[in-house]
């Protein structure tokens, strides 16, 4: 579907009759191919005349007026009709049992930035629904859900690349249905478009009349940098991107209707400590809670022994490994202590001492053989990778094993943030698991760098060889986190920037590879050419593939700050200010000509994603903010 400018939408209407001044910034038309319509700069609305359902909606939270396509599913199996009434800026609709005088079973006031929906007790009112396609919006419901499929309010209904809308309601604590499927699900036999939905109930004999307020905001930190800086429009629209909760598993994930993975909640949490309230009583650190919540219980997710295809009748991928991925304790572990430390919550932390020190314990004892650096399983040694079996951490298609840099990176911040945590409480253990992040530091630098290349290795295998990809999000981990040295950091940082640029790797607007070389064929898990997998020994022809090699913004937070941290401004701003138009321009979302999503390129910009969304690359966003600190 093409998207109609503002100049061609009044040209078209124009051709159609009606009368539109140009003056006035919100305008109401009337009907439209049997619609009612309204426009604002934040919002363009359009009713179904014989049924209360949008029939288009298109937002923009910054109120500028930003064209895009609606990405609604319209019912077509409507059975029952309602009769419409419109009067000025509102339109009323009474089932055909209903008396003429009656009040209307559900009524719409539309305004500059809000939406007013009402309902009235009828006899056969049906609830109001709103259904997205998931393939032209990846939109989400965030809000806290006690119950599957069910949202307290307030919540909020967040479009990436359009805005959000705040949903609050007369009465307290009512909940709305929400649902959301993937891709290419088969209901009964029927192939269907992927989906988020959000069902608003009708009145009640309990509730005889209930009033919905969709008011249009923006959520994001402010700040003199980013205020009135047309290039952080993306920043103000999309802040609140990573934050995407599956309703079936009532959890954060990768989108909607993807799966939660437990090695990522970290990065979800980390940006929850800057953004602002979303509604009153409900803050982005409650969805964290609420997810941690989920796996304290036992719930287990892509990373965790246990996770299943169409796990809890959720559209999901198995977790194909005998082991736990060595991330995922860690990323839980300092979620936990990210929500701890943004919210004082004492009774929490002593009501869950018992599963968090679990966690902590689990990372500890990875430590095989005493040295310091935790150890996956899996050997990591060359040749070793059948294809099926999973390696260490989230970069799942390569063959980290054994020592990995990037999962001990974590470990280091999980257990020094917990021993904090610890400390603060007068817990003697404390000094177990800060004492354990102490032994990381010292032996991480000398076991990962690699004289040859002047960078760090992605990981050290059982066999004792390094491997070395000159992988962006090594090195720049552990400069952020402080694993080494501002001195060893820039030689390292002068070598990894020297080697994108021989590379010939320059269109930031991309995001970053994970790795600047090809990844050779004994070191990839993935056979298949289509998720980068090589037939070539060097892994030439399946490089700038997915994750062997290709561009994303995911993991690029922490080369920009990284470069914050060592005080390269200029080479974090090279780095971010082209991702942030991008992000501005909706390029990180949505598929491409060829099928393929765009959350993986290579580096001509050719797509080979396939979520459609994968909300982790919004985590750049916080390096808008300037050098983070340690979360404590």
Not at 11 to 31: M, R
Not at 53 to 82: F, H, M, T
Not at 616 to 621: E, I, K, T, W
């Amino acid at each position: 579907m093409k998207s109609t400018s503002r100049r061609e939408f009044i040209k078209s209407a124009s051709v159609l009759g009606l009368a539109i001044p140009l003056l006035n910034p919100t305008q109401i038309f009337g009907q439209i191919n049997d619609q009612f319509t309204f426009y604002s700069p934040f919002m363009k609305v359009a009713m179904r005349m014989n049924f209360p359902q949008l029939a288009s909606l298109c937002i923009d939270s910054l109120g500028k007026g930003k064209e895009s396509v609606s990405p609604l599913l319209i019912s077509e199996n409507v059975i029952k009709k309602y009769r419409s009434t419109v009067l000025g800026k509102s339109i009323s609709y009474h089932t055909e049992s209903q008396e003429k005088d009656s009040n209307p079973a559900w009524n719409l006031i539309f305004s500059d930035k809000s939406i007013q929906i009402t309902s009235e007790k009828t006899e056969d009112s049906e609830p109001f629904n709103i259904t997205v396609n998931q393939e032209l919006n990846h939109t989400t419901v965030l809000g806290v859900m006690k119950e599957r499929n069910k949202v307290i309010l307030p919540c909020l209904i967040h479009l990436p690349d359009m805005g959000t809308f705040r949903v609050t309601s007369n009465v307290s604590g009512f909940e709305l249905f929400t649902d959301a499927r993937r891709a290419n699900s088969e209901v009964k036999g029927k192939l269907e478009h992927n989906f988020v939905s959000i069902s608003f109930p009708s009145a009640s004999e309990e509730h005889p009349q209930i009033t919905y307020q969709l008011e249009v905001v923006s959520i994001y930190p402010d700040g003199p940098a980013i205020k009135n800086d047309l290039l952080y429009d993306g920043f103000r629209r999309n802040f609140i991107n990573i934050f995407q909760v599956n309703p079936r598993l009532r959890v954060l994930a990768n989108n909607s209707s993807s799966d939660p993975c437990a090695f990522t909640l970290y990065m979800s949490a980390q940006l929850a400590l800057y953004t602002p309230p979303l509604a009153d009583g409900l803050k982005a650190i409650d969805l964290v809670k609420m997810t941690l919540d989920r796996y304290i219980g036992g719930m287990k997710a892509y990373g965790l022994v246990g996770y299943t295809d169409n796990y809890e009748e959720a559209d999901t991928v198995s977790w194909k490994s005998k082991y736990d991925s060595l991330d995922s304790h860690p990323s839980l572990l300092m979620a936990a202590c990210y929500y701890i430390n943004s919210t004082n919550d004492t009774k929490w932390l002593n009501e869950n001492i018992r599963s968090l020190t679990g966690w902590a314990d689990i990372i500890v004892k990875n430590d095989i053989d005493g040295d310091g650096l935790i150890e996956y399983p899996e050997s990591g040694n060359y040749g070793t990778w059948d294809g099926v079996r999973r390696p260490a951490n989230w970069w799942d298609t390569v063959g980290f094993g054994h020592k990995d840099a990037y999962s001990n990176a974590l470990a280091y911040r999980a257990l020094n943030l917990f021993g904090s945590i610890l400390k603060n409480a007068n817990k003697p253990e404390s000094q177990k698991y800060l004492g354990h992040a102490t032994k990381i530091k010292s032996a991480y630098f000398i076991t990962f760098y690699n004289h040859e290349t002047g960078v760090l290795a992605g990981w050290k295998s059982k066999d004792g060889q390094l491997h070395d990809y000159y992988f962006t999000f090594v090195n720049s981990i552990a400069i952020s986190y402080g694993l080494i040295s501002e001195e060893q950091g820039n030689r390292v940082m002068d070598k990894l920037l020297s080697r994108m640029e021989s590379v010939g790797f320059t269109d930031f607007s991309l995001g970053l590879p994970g790795n600047l070389i090809p990844v050779k064929k004994g070191d990839y898990t993935a056979f298949d050419h289509r998720w980068g997998g090589p037939s070539l020994e060097d892994g030439t022809d399946g490089f700038q593939i997915y994750e062997n090699g290709g561009a994303t913004a995911c993991y690029t937070y922490f080369m920009v700050d990284a470069l914050q941290k060592l005080k390269r401004n200029q080479d974090a701003q090279k780095i971010l200010f082209p991702i942030l138009k991008s992000i501005n321009e909706g390029n990180f979302s949505g598929k491409c000509a060829n099928g393929m999503s765009k959350d993986w390129k290579t580096w001509n910009g050719e797509c080979w994603g396939y979520e459609g969304f994968l909300c982790d690359g919004y985590m750049v966003l916080l390096a808008c903010l300037g050098e983070d600190d340690d979360g404590s």
